[in-house]
Every structure is written in C-alpha cells, then in structure tokens.
C-alpha cells in the first residue's frame, strides 16, 4: 500500500481527474458484465497476468492485446487486467491497448486505494474496478463504489473472510471470493464454497483463483457461482488463448 500510495502521487503530478474526463474513452458507455452472466454464458473472466508476488513470472511472452483477444473469440464472458506494475508487472497501457479490440467487459484489476485511480479506470476503458476489503475501511469503501457506478462501472467487492462481509456496500455489483489465503498463500476453492451461504443473494457471486477444473467450476455454480476468475491456469501454457478455448469447450459439453 505504500507503494501504491506512491505511485497515485506521482501519477497525480502528471494527469489530474480533469484531463481524465477530456478523454475518449471516458465518454464510452460501459459494458455490463451482470447482464453477460445473466444470459447463457460460461462465466468464465479470464485474466492477462505477467507475474505475481507469489509465483514470479508466469508469462511474459505476449502483450495484451493479443491474448484477451484470444480470449473473448474463446467465448469468455470477460476479461481481468493487471494494471500494478511492481507487483505484477501491468501496466495502464495493458488495458488501453487491449480495450481497442473488445466488445466484451474489461476489469480494471489493481490496488484502488484513491478515487482518482477510479477515474482513472474509466479513462482507460475500465468497466469493472476491483475493489478489496482487506485493504480500505467501509466509509471508502462506500464511497469508491458510489463513485465507480455514477461512472457506469460495476464494482468487485473482493473478500478473504466473513467478516470483510460488514464492509458491503450496497453499490456493489459483484461479491468476489478469493481461494488464496493472504498469509500463506495456500489456494483453496472451499473459501469460496464455505462462504457462498453468507453472501446476500441479491448480489451476484464470483470465485476468484484455484480454478483448473471442470468440476470446480461445477461445484461452484452448485454453491450458487455466477463468475469464475482464471488467470495462472491458461497464462501459464504456451497458448493462453487456445487453453481457455479449450477449457470453455469442455466446460460446455460437461
């Protein structure tokens, strides 16, 4: 957080809320991912990931643009990009450059801990923001997300426990688990079975990391899972677009 912290000051030295506003794309009506859940879709929101603090790289080979677009002809109902650069290696350009070729919804995936990186998002074409219980309290959290759907974006509320659950907002479009416990790392699909009865129903449900097969997508869906972020599992083959192509296809036949 202190680097974030950081960072959103230097950038706040170059590009102000003002000249966020005078770009194109800020001007762009979003696409809804809750309406492509609701329809017949596999749900899958698959990822561009360079790296990660835990893993260290795991595919560098590829812009952006060229596996999310793989990625929506594999038929994904989205996809999530890194934009923190010393944790992940992403960029803001990763997003803007991919944006271009989609008409799928794009989740700006980052550390938001300011409104300006909001506007920010939707300045590059965002139309999911990410934002995480564990690292903001319930009055930014209230207010990010009030911030993030006068924009027209939706918002991932991601959480590791039930108790990040008394953070809700109720301009939250999206409950997100996380498997990945955030103290050892130890990734496991049973967080997000464990807590799917605690979540209100009037909030769609997605599980975030672990998913590498088709029957956790299965049992998932049973505990009432709507989405399904996958990044690591086809970012780490030599073909991300044709792994999750071929995932989406077995998923669809099973």
């Known amino acids: 957080m202190a680097v974030k912290r950081d960072h959103v000051s230097d ?10 506003e005078k770009q194109i794309l800020f001007k762009r009506k979003c ?11 596999p749900g899958i929101i698959a990822e561009f990931k360079r790296k990660s603090p835990s893993k260290g790289v795991i595919n560098d080979k590829f812009t952006s643009a060229e ?25 803001t350009d990763d997003l803007t450059s991919a944006r271009i070729n989609l008409q799928i919804p794009v989740l700006r995936k980052d550390f938001i801990i300011d409104e300006y990186q909001i506007f920010e998002a939707k300045a590059m ?6 934002i995480i219980a564990s690292i903001l309290d319930k009055k930014k959290i209230t207010s990010f997300s009030a911030l993030a759907k006068s924009l027209g974006m939706e918002i991932l509320f991601e959480i590791h426990d039930r108790e990040e659950l008394d953070k809700l907002s109720e301009d939250v479009t999206f ?3 996380n498997n990945r416990n955030l103290k050892s790392f130890v990734v496991d699909i049973q967080q997000s079975i464990d807590l ?20 956790n997508i299965n049992l998932l869906k049973t505990a009432g899972y709507n989405g399904f972020l996958i990044g690591e599992n086809f970012m780490k083959t030599d073909n991300p677009g044709e792994a999750c192509k071929k995932f989406i296809s077995e998923l669809r036949i099973k």
């Open 31 to 41: 696409v809804s991912l809750k309406e492509r859940l609701l329809k017949d879709s």
């Open 11 to 20: 950038c706040k030295k170059v590009f102000s809320i003002n000249d966020f």
């Open 125 to 130: 074409g965002a139309d999911i923001i990410l």
């Open 175 to 177: 409950i997100g688990v």
């Open 196 to 215: 799917a009865k605690d979540i209100p129903e009037r909030f769609m449900k997605i599980s975030e990391s672990g998913i590498d097969k088709i029957e």
């Open 67 to 91: 596996i999310t677009s793989a990625y929506q002809d594999a038929g994904v109902a989205a996809v999530s990009i890194l934009t923190d650069q010393p944790f992940f290696g992403g960029t």
